[in-house]
């Protein structure tokens, strides 16, 4: 563990922040109740950096990236502004179609429908049992079953 928040502290002072964050995550969720003691600059130098990866992965048309960028700051708890407007949905969903397509595309399309996942939850928290995701219910119909109609007979 010690080697592990050496090499958290190396990668916070070199600005290495596309592995600073997994390894966050992957820290939180062996020890969830562990303090990594990560200042709010740190977060805020981070963030910023984060958000211009996936400005430049949805202006590149980066689909897989972009999720990838998105749900990492979700289970961090960063889940203002991820950018998830109608378009990014789409491009996502799109892109995943694609993968199912491809047989050699099998990792690529389990990763982005993993983050897909992830970034539609209602919640998502690292807890003692591990990554815990909690999806919305889904909405009852707001249609009624019609009713058989009577059959009626001519006299």
């Known amino acids: 563990w010690k080697k ?16 600073f964050v997994p390894m966050v995550i992957s820290m939180k969720i062996v020890n ?10 740190t977060w805020d130098q981070c963030l910023q950096k984060y958000k211009k990866f996936m400005d430049s992965a949805k ?3 980066h689909w897989s990236s972009f999720s990838d960028y998105a749900s ?3 289970i ?7 950018g998830l407007d109608q378009e990014a949905w789409q491009k996502m969903k799109e892109e995943l179609a ?3 397509m491809n047989k050699s595309n099998t990792p690529s399309f389990a990763s982005l429908a993993a983050n897909m996942k992830i970034l539609a939850a209602e919640k998502v928290e690292v807890t003692d049992k591990g990554l815990e995701i909690t999806m919305p219910e889904l909405k ?6 019609v009713p058989t109609i009577p059959e009626t007979k001519q006299f």
């Open 4 to 19: 592990a928040r050496e090499y958290l502290e190396w990668l916070k002072e070199n600005s290495h922040w596309d592995t």
């Open 32 to 41: 969830p109740h562990a303090k990594l003691d990560i200042d709010q600059a």
């Open 59 to 61: 202006t590149g048309k």
């Open 72 to 74: 990492r700051l979700k």
């Open 76 to 82: 961090l708890g960063f889940e203002q502004d991820l």
């Open 98 to 100: 694609r993968y199912r």
């Open 140 to 145: 009852k119909s707001l249609t009624a079953d």
